[in-house]
């Protein structure tokens, strides 16, 4: 079965430091990639995805995200964070031609004014 | 992207009863699901809902449990039966075209005493 693990649980950053957050899944096969975030009291947003091209995907907000396929990842990066970023991010997967979606557990990042 | 309404916002509910709830979309989409997501834990696809026919659910969700139904393109509803502290969640629905992203409502939060 599909997984998706993302490591890390809660990051507190200062304002303009720059934001890796790790995700990496276990299928073999084809997969679509997803970041979503949840902003205090909101739903639950699209930010990013990857279905094929340029590894290299922009989202909203400054936010991209890097799928290395060698290491079955899609890490989330924004190089300079600030205080609104501050939420829940989740990382999901689909297999080509597949509807359902696998989440990781969430990270959630707090952003220091 | 689709605006998805859902039915009841929250509730709380005794155990042993049922609650529905109803996810509402502003345009014909091809698939809807129904999540769960637990305290502290992610996302957990419950079923897929299907129009004209019985849902599809996942390992460990029974119809008995969670009926639902799909009566046209736009409308689902789940209902949580005979409820147990167990069942406090967020339950979510969320829609796609076929294959392609899927975008959430904002969810129910459901209490069981």
């Known amino acids: 079965a599909q997984s998706v693990s993302q490591h890390n649980h809660h990051v507190i950053l200062s304002e303009a430091a720059s934001l890796e957050l790790g995700c990496n899944y276990s299928y073999g096969g084809t997969v679509n990639l997803f970041w979503y975030v949840q902003y205090p009291g909101q739903h639950l947003q699209l930010l990013l995805k990857?279905?094929?091209?340029?590894?290299l995907v922009k989202g909203i907000k400054g936010f991209e995200a890097e799928f290395i396929k060698s290491k079955f990842s899609f890490n989330l990066r924004k190089p300079s964070v600030q205080w609104s970023d501050t939420a829940e991010y989740f990382c999901?997967?689909?297999?080509?031609?597949?509807?359902?979606?696998?989440f990781g557990t969430g990270t959630r990042l707090t952003v220091i004014p | 992207s689709a605006v998805i309404s859902q039915k009841p916002s929250r509730d709380i509910c005794q155990r042993g009863t049922s609650l529905t709830i109803q996810c509402q979309v502003d345009s014909q989409v091809t698939m809807m699901f129904w999540y769960r997501q637990q305290p502290g834990q992610s996302l957990t696809l419950i079923a897929t809902a299907n129009q004209g026919s019985e849902a599809t659910y996942e390992s460990g969700f029974v119809i008995d449990k969670f009926p639902i139904s799909r009566p046209n393109l736009t409308f689902s509803t789940l209902t949580v039966s005979n409820m147990s502290p167990e069942d406090s969640s967020i339950y979510l629905c969320?829609?796609?075209?076929?294959?392609?992203?899927?975008?959430f409502g904002p969810g129910t939060r459901l209490l069981v005493l």
């Open positions: 969320s829609v796609a075209a076929a294959q392609e992203t899927q975008y």
């Open positions: 990857y279905f094929s091209g340029d590894p």
């Open positions: 999901a997967v689909n297999t080509a031609g597949a509807n359902n979606l696998f």
